[in-house]
Structure formats: structure tokens, C-alpha cells
């Protein structure tokens, strides 16, 4: 409960005012049974109409009152609840910006989706509930127990029947039905994954021809949802008879004895009247209340899926004191000492191994190793997307856990193997890399990562408007957009990780050119998976198995290193077979 505390701050008034107006609501409400009695008893049985008008103008009067106090708790506690929502998903939100990938891995983007909608309505619903009925139905209960015992005690303890018989009722429906929410809820989770991954693979899956399979995929989790919702709505609705039976029993048992103290002469009919609705109003917040209670442990499920977002530790974050020493990259010197790396604290196996390197500032270096040889993860180690498990990264002589993330990684520009633009125009998702970019420094990047003459044949050129994740345009071209983002923000250090495998060897070879004139200061750290693309670099990284088990020129490597002559060899081979 605590944790959401914060989300609620700004409606704290209209978390005081609207259970302040139930308490006005309700008395005004309880009061009227007996007021009612009043003109029976007095009134009608008297024959005063001063009596009447009297009592009956207090009645239109206090239901105004009520009207207005219930108008008002409608007002705030919608109030209270909308806006505790909206706040409840912005603080999800903004932690789930705060993610470390280690902590994006051990959620699905379909599970943090339903999080942030799904589940966080649900506990606006319970918000939204507790602010008006939670208070007032066991208010109402007491009330009306108390003025139904004053009425006549006797009488009363039909209600010491009735509540207890009501109560274990719903008790075991409860006890049944709610298991099956619980499941509910799980296989709405299911079919959201479902929908989820389905559209985002929506292309692989009509290519594929898959879309029947989809389809049956999708009917048997919808099925299993329905089904779950059928059985859970069919215990709940069995509340209702049950507490019809038992408030007629009641009548007719208050009626019954009631109609036998009148004719004794110690019960009056108004008194008789009053008294029936207010067993009616006992029963029904028992109901009001059994809801309640249903309704909060439904949301119990979601609640815990909310909490175990926010509860999660960011694990890469900045470190105590580098906020005051505030370190900046101004050379881009790259140091590894004895870095070793393994995804998973308790896995067994090191991706990376014992890794010593010094990459000297505005040094060009090339990373080449077979698939799965942890190329991505050695650079990625760098912008600390990941923490090295042992060892120690260095840039510039400092640990680079002295930096704060925002100085680390605006300086060391990462494009990822599989990156992603957004949708919006051209020049927009160029200026995410920088938004104090002028217009002139976009185009010498577009022009830098060869970018500037594809985005110029489009008929709306920089103003192009691209759709999500950039299905408008080649992976080409958008590899080069990607790439010219990342020289846009400016970086000491650039990493581009197999950024290139789209754009064709001649593209290429002028990315490589401008690089090496426009972005000499500039360390480099290039990923790639042909050696022609590489074999320029000042010095190449041979990766395997998460070892560097080769670094020297294209030169050195051919002659000393066996795995690196294989590749250089295997792709000289495909070369001469393709001519
Ligand atoms: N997020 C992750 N969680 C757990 N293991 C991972 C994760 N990412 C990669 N791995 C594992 O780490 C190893 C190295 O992967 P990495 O992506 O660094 O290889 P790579 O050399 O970049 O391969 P490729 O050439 O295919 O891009 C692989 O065995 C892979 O299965
Ligand atoms: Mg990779």
C-alpha cells in the first residue's frame, strides 16, 4: 500500500472530501425510514397535516442534501481515482525508462503493456470503490442496526439471524468464485501476450503464411479467457438469489411477528414500516460490501504485477559521488582489465572471458568472430547497458562507473545490432540523437553516414515522414539514419555493431571514407561480419568463445591468426565463385 502512496499526493483533498460526503449521504439517507414512520405514526394516524408537511418537508429537504453530498463524492473520488491512475502509470512509465537490460529481460513488453493499462484500471476501480462504498456500506449497516434494535429490540434479532445465514453465504460463494477470477485475469494476460507478439511479428507471420495457425492460437486463449470469465461470473450472480431469498424470509418473518406486536399494542405500523426498509439496507450493504471485498481481491493480482515493476531494482544506475565529481569524456580512450562477463549471476558459463584491451583515442577498431562469439556483448559493456561482472572498464583512466549514465552515454554512442527508428519525420528521429542539432550539422551527418542523397530523392526529403519503426524506408537506409543519429549526438566514442550489413560494399566504402576525414578524433569501435568491410581498420579484433584470441592489422592477422585467415580465406572464396 505504501508504495502508492506518492501516486495519490495531489488528490489528497478529494481523498478527505469524498468520504466526508458518504458520512453526510448516509445519515441524511438513514434518517428517512424513521422520519417516514413519524408521518404514519403521527401524521396519517392523527390526521395532522401540520405534522405531515413538517416531517415530509425535512425529508425533501435531507434528500437534497444527500443528492448533493452524492453528486459531490461522484465528483471526487472519480476525481481522485482518474487522477491516481494517470499518475500510477506515469510512475510505471518513467521506471520502466529507468531499466537496466538485465532488468528489460525478465519482462515481456506484453506483460509490462497489460501492467501499465490493464492492471493499473483495475486498481483505478478499486480506487474508485473504496471511495465509495467501502465506507459506506458498513456505515450504513451499523446505523441501520442500531436505529433497528432502537425500534424494537425484539424484532431486531431477526437480523441476528439473518446477517450471519447472509453472511457465511457469501462467505463460501466467494471462497469459490474467487480462484476463478484470479485464473481470469492470468489468461487476460495470456491473450494480450498473444495479440502482442502477434502484431509485432504481424510481417513474418503473413509471410510465412501462418495467419490460420495465428488465428487458432489466438481462438484457443480467447476460448480459455471466456470460459474462465463464464465460470466466475456464474458464482457471483448466485450472490443475488441468495440474498433475495434471505431478505424475503426476513420480510416475511418481520412482517409475521411485527403484525403480531401491533396487535398487542406494542409496535406501531409506521414503526413496522420503517423498520422492514431498514433490514432491506443491512442486507444490501452486506451485498454492497461482499462486492467490495470481491472487487479488492480481484485487483489483488493486479496489484502485485504493478508492485513487482516498481519494487524492481534498477541495477545499473549511478554511482554514490559521481553526480558531485562529474566526469566528462574528452579523449575516448578505451581500457578493459580482466573483464569478465555472464548474463545471469548464478549462470555457469562466462560469455566473456578474461578480456584486456587498450583502444587508443581516435583509434579506428574493427570486431570480427563468428555468430554468438559475444561481439555485442563486448560492446555493449562499454555504455554500460550491462555491468561487467568482474574486472573493470575504463575510459579516459576512470572507472566508467565514475561517470554519471547521462555523461557516459552521451559520449559513447552505441548503434545497436538491432536498432529501431520511431515513427515521425526524418529529420525528427535524427534530432533524438541531439535536439540542439541545427539544420546544417543533420545534413553533415546525413551526408557523413551516406544518408543525405536517398533522404534528398524522397519528394519530402528531411520532412518525410517515417512509420513505425521505419517501414517506409529499406533496411538500407535505415541502418545509415541510425548511424547518422549516433555521429549527431556528438560522441568521443563510436560503436557501430554490424551497422552496415544492409548497405551495399560501395555504400559502404564511403561511409568509411567520410569517417575517416570528418571523424578522426573519434574512437571507433566497428562491428562487422565481412572482412573487406574491416580489413581498413587501424587494428581488428578477433573474437571467439568471448576471448580476444587475435588483435592487429588486417596484415599481422592473415599471417598469425588461423581463425581469422579461415574467414578472410572462406569469404576470398565466395567473392571468386560469385564472379
Ligand atoms: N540478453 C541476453 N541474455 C542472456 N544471454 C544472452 C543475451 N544476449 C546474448 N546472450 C548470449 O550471449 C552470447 C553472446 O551473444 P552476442 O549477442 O554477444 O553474440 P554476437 O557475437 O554479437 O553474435 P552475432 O554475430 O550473431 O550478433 C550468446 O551465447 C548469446 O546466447
Ligand atoms: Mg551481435
Request: a neutral charge; hydrophobic letters at 45%; charged letters at 20%.
Amino acid at each position: 500500500m505504501k508504495k502508492y502512496f506518492p501516486f495519490f499526493r495531489k488528490y489528497r483533498k478529494a481523498l478527505l472530501l469524498a468520504p466526508a460526503l458518504v458520512v453526510i449521504d448516509v445519515i441524511c439517507e438513514i434518517v428517512q425510514p424513521e422520519l417516514m414512520s413519524e408521518i404514519v405514526d403521527n401524521g396519517v394516524m392523527h390526521k395532522s397535516m401540520t405534522s405531515i408537511l413538517h416531517t415530509g418537508g425535512l425529508m425533501v429537504g435531507l434528500s437534497l442534501v444527500a443528492i448533493a453530498a452524492n453528486v459531490g463524492n461522484i465528483y471526487f473520488s472519480s476525481h481522485a481515482s482518474v487522477g491516481f491512475a494517470a499518475e500510477l502509470r506515469k510512475g510505471l512509465f518513467n521506471k520502466i525508462q529507468e531499466f537496466s537490460f538485465s532488468n528489460l529481460d525478465k519482462f515481456s513488453s506484453a506483460s509490462l503493456t497489460t501492467r501499465v493499462t490493464n492492471d493499473v484500471n483495475i486498481i483505478q476501480e478499486v480506487v474508485m470503490m473504496s471511495l465509495r462504498l467501502l465506507i459506506r456500506a458498513p456505515l450504513m449497516l451499523l446505523f441501520a442496526a442500531v436505529i433497528a434494535i432502537r425500534i424494537n429490540a425484539s424484532l431486531a434479532s431477526i437480523i441476528g439471524i439473518a446477517i450471519p445465514v447472509l453472511a457465511v453465504s457469501i462467505y463460501f460463494i466467494l471462497r469459490r468464485g474467487l480462484p476463478f477470477f484470479e485464473k481470469m485475469q492470468q489468461r487476460l494476460d495470456k491473450v494480450n501476450g498473444v495479440i502482442q507478439e502477434n502484431l509485432v511479428n504481424v510481417r513474418v507471420v503473413k509471410s510465412f503464411v501462418r495467419e490460420d495457425f495465428e488465428k487458432k492460437k489466438f481462438g484457443y486463449t480467447n476460448d480459455e479467457l471466456k470460459e474462465m470469465a463464464v465460470r466466475a461470473s456464474g458464482m457471483v450472480v448466485l450472490i443475488m438469489p441468495v440474498m433475495q431469498l434471505v431478505m424475503n424470509v426476513s420480510i416475511v418473518a418481520i412482517v409475521w411477528f411485527g403484525g403480531n406486536k401491533i396487535m398487542s399494542g406494542t409496535l406501531q405500523v409506521g414503526q413496522l414500516m420503517s423498520f422492514i426498509t431498514y433490514i432491506t439496507q443491512i442486507l444490501m450493504s452486506l451485498m454492497m460490501l461482499s462486492m467490495t471485498i470481491m472487487t479488492f481481491s480481484r485487483a489483488e493480482a493486479s496489484s502485485e504485477r504493478i508492485l513487482e515493476v516498481l519494487n524492481t531494482e534498477v541495477d545499473i544506475v549511478d554511482s554514490p559521488g559521481a553526480k558531485e565529481k562529474n566526469l566528462l569524456i574528452k579523449k575516448g580512450k578505451v581500457e578493459f582489465r580482466n573483464v569478465c562477463f555472464k548474463y545471469h549471476p548464478d549462470g555457469a558459463e562466462y560469455v566473456l572471458k578474461n578480456i584486456n584491451l587498450i583502444v587508443q583515442p581516435g583509434e579506428n577498431i574493427a570486431i570480427i568472430g563468428s555468430t554468438g562469439s559475444s561481439k555485442s556483448t563486448l560492446v555493449e559493456l562499454i555504455p554500460r547497458l550491462y555491468d561487467v561482472s568482474s574486472g573493470q572498464i575504463l575510459i579516459d583512466d576512470a572507472d566508467i562507473r565514475d561517470f554519471t549514465l547521462l555523461n557516459l552515454r552521451t559520449s559513447v554512442s552505441l548503434v545497436l545490432q538491432q536498432n529501431e527508428l520511431f515513427s515521425g519525420t526524418i529529420k525528427q528521429n535524427l534530432k533524438w540523437g541531439n535536439v540542439n542539432a541545427t539544420d546544417n550539422e543533420i545534413i553533415a551527418a546525413a551526408k557523413d553516414a551516406q544518408a543525405h542523397d536517398f533522404i534528398m530523392s524522397f519528394p519530402e526529403q528531411y520532412e518525410t515522414v517515417l512509420g513505425q519503426s521505419g517501414v517506409n524506408i529499406s533496411g538500407g537506409q535505415k541502418q545509415r539514419l541510425c548511424i547518422a543519429r549516433a555521429i549527431l549526438s556528438k560522441p568521443a566514442i563510436l560503436i557501430l555493431d554490424d551497422s552496415t550489413s544492409a548497405v551495399d560494399t560501395a555504400t559502404e566504402a564511403k561511409i568509411r571514407a567520410s569517417f575517416s576525414e570528418h571523424l578522426k578524433d573519434v574512437t571507433t569501435l566497428v562491428i562487422g561480419q565481412r572482412v573487406s568491410s574491416i580489413q581498413a581498420a587501424d587494428r581488428i579484433i578477433v573474437l571467439d568463445n568471448g576471448e580476444i584470441i587475435g588483435l592487429g592489422s588486417h596484415d599481422e592477422l592473415v599471417k598469425s591468426n588461423a581463425v581469422y585467415r579461415e574467414i578472410y580465406e572462406s569469404q576470398q572464396l565466395q567473392k571468386e565463385t560469385a564472379l
